[in-house]
Structure formats: C-alpha cells, structure tokens
C-alpha cells in the first residue's frame, strides 16, 4: 500500500505551505511524524575528520578551504593511511558509529591519493563504522570503487537552490553536483545531500532545495541543514548569523517532508545553547556531527555532547541499524 508521509511528488507550493506553518505547529507536526517513524531517544552520532585539508581550487564562496580566500588555513596533504585509522578508532571509543573523511578537491582523480583513500575506506569498514565520504565530484566507476571498499554513505551538498547556486560558486555547476549524486545511487552507495542556511538566500530558495531533495526517485537517506560558519576572507565573511528559529523551521520542514531520513543539525552547533539544540531535535533532527572540530572549524566536545545527550534523555544510533533491520525482515 502505497504510503503518504513517504511521497516523491511534493510541489514547490506544498512546500511553501508546510514552511509557512505558525512555528510551534510546525515542530509539533515535525516532532509527530518523527515519532511514528524513528526512535525519537536516538541520534546518530558522526565523527568528521578533514584528510585533506585546503588548497582548494573552487570558489564556493562560503568555504575556508579555498585556496583563492585568504582565511588562514595550512595547507596539508593527504594523511597517512594509519593516522586516519588512529583517529576513527578515538571516535568509535568516544561512542560515534558512522566516520566521514573529508578532502578539499573538487573532483576524485584516479591517481595514488585515491587508491589511499580506498584503503581508508576499508580500514574503518573493518573497525565495524559506517564510513562516509565528502571528496567532491565523482564517477560512476569511482563511486562503485568506493562501494566495492566499503563505503557506507557518501555526502554531497546541493548547498543552496539552483537559482542561488551561482551566487554562491562558479567553478561548478548544480547539475555537476546532481550527476555524482546519481552516480552515488547507482554504486548502491547511501545518499548523504542537503545544505547551508545564511549564504544570503531568500526563505523560496531553501524551499527550491528542499524540493530538490524531496522529488529525488529516494530521497536521501541523511540530509544535513548547515547553518552558515562565516570565516574571515571568505566573501561570505560578514554574513548575517542564522536565527535560531529559521534553523528550526528547516529542520521541521525537512523532517514532514523526509520522514525516515536522518536530518542533520550540523555546522553552527557551537553557537547554540542546550535549549535551541534541543528545540531541533524535538523539529526531528536525529543526528550529529561529534568531536571538537569539523572540518576546519570548532564544534562542541565529546564531553560536551555527552553531557547535553544526558541531559536530554538522548542516546547514539547503533552502527549499520538499516541493514541490520533490512536483512532481519528478509529472514522473516
Ligand atoms: N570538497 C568537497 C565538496 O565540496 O563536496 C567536500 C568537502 S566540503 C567542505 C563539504 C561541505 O561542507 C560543503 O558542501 C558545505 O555544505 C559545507 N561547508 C563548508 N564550509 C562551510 C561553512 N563555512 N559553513 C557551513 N558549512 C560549510
Ligand atoms: C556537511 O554537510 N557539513 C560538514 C560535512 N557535511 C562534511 C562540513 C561542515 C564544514 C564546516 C566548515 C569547516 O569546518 O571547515
Ligand atoms: Fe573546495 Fe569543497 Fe570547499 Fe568548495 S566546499 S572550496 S569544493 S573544499
């Protein structure tokens, strides 16, 4: 029977009308739909480590790796293959279950950098992490490589609308972004695409992207909501800081919208308190991106975290859960 929280058909309008709703029936219908569909006590705990930092050659206007913006990051190389496995093993000890490598590329290229970042992937599979990915474009053959070591999940952000896109970047394209993504879903590999809010976007660009997201054949199965780190040098630099609330009615509306997706409240947790971190998972976010650093910029501690999920009765998603789900329904 076909299900109707769960639609691929939603129209720009319905969007805008679920956006739109006064806030506290929105969290409300939110928080609703997210109980019927996940453990509400439950929130997935990621652990981001950048492999390759900086020196970047796009100009995503909002990002400190660029290497045309002069914003103080050290250019490093890709890391050694044991360091990277040293760090998961500290974030798998700290209690996160999915580790997501980062590097600042544009695209993967088939050279020795990525037959080393296929013997990450392999490495932390076998710790018994899901591993992510966020390494720029990619290939069909490139994404089924990734899939064949393991890979887990693979992020790539749409960031903003379509519209707003070349506002924001001009060395890429929006379909260039859309044409990994498929690649991603072709190689079986799990989806991980959302955005940033306060790149300078109207409320009816991040209704665009939404929609984007929602109308995909599945939708993504993480969808992070960034709320904009403005880094000196950057052109996005004296930004307006996102309101609180403007991050919650994204949460809520990406929760209706994406039912079983694990909505993400990812960059700008350092500037919130408790209480607002609190106020997005009760608008459905079930996720996190864990250990004091992001990419290149401060995120809260472990033992912050550890004192906030306390605090609200949170505990983290277990390792594979899906699959594990998946393959006791086919036993049955
Ligand atoms: N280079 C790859 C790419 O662009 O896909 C992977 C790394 S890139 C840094 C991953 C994502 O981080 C970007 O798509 C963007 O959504 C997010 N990001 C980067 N800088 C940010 C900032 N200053 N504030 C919030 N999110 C940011
Ligand atoms: C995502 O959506 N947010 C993360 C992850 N995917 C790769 C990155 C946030 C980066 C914030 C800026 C920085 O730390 O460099
Ligand atoms: Fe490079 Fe990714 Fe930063 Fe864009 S977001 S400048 S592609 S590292």
């Not at 609180?244 to 079983?260: C, G, Q």
């Not at 997005?280 to 990419?295: Q, R």
Request: aromatic share 6%; charged share 25%.
């Amino acid at each position: 029977m076909a299900n109707s929280d769960i639609r691929n058909n939603w129209t720009i309008a319905e969007i805008k009308g679920v956006y739109n709703t006064p806030l506290l029936e929105l969290i409300f219908n939110a928080a609703t739909l997210h109980r019927k569909y996940n453990d509400t006590a439950e929130v997935q705990v990621c652990t981001l480590l950048s492999i390759k930092t900086g020196g970047c050659g796009e100009d995503c206007a909002y990002c400190p790796q660029a290497a045309r913006y002069d914003t103080g990051v050290e250019v490093q190389a890709l890391m050694k293959k044991k360091e990277v496995l040293e760090y998961a093993q500290k974030a798998k000890d700290a209690g996160s279950t999915r580790f997501c490598m980062g590097a600042a590329w544009r695209e993967v290229r088939d050279n020795k950098d990525f037959d080393n970042v296929l013997e990450m992937v392999k490495g932390v599979n076998q710790m018994g992490m899901e591993v992510c990915c966020t390494l720029g474009m990619l290939t069909e053959t490139q994404a089924q490589k990734l899939a064949e070591a393991g890979l887990y999940a693979y992020n790539h952000n749409l960031d903003t609308s379509k519209e707003h896109y070349t506002e924001i970047i001009s060395t890429r394209t929006y379909e260039d972004r859309l044409e990994t993504l498929d690649n991603v879903r072709k190689a079986g590999v799990s989806v991980c695409c959302g955005g940033i809010i306060g790149l300078g976007e109207t409320h009816d660009d991040r209704i665009k992207m939404l929609h984007t997201l929602v109308t995909m054949e599945e939708h993504p199965e993480s969808v992070p909501i960034n709320s904009l780190v403005p880094i000196a040098g950057t052109p996005l630099a004296s930004n307006e800081k996102v309101d609180i609330w403007d991050m919650v009615r994204m949460i809520a509306t990406a929760r209706i919208l994406m039912p079983k997706t694990m909505v993400r409240l990812s960059a700008g947790r350092t500037d919130m308190s408790i209480a607002e971190q609190a106020l997005c998972f009760m608008a459905g976010a079930n996720s996190i991106f864990a250990g004091d650093k992001l990419l290149t910029t401060p995120n809260p501690s472990f033992d912050d975290d550890n004192l906030m999920f306390k605090l609200l009765g949170l505990e983290p998603r277990k390792a594979f859960k899906e699959e594990k789900a998946y393959l006791h329904e086919m036993a049955n």
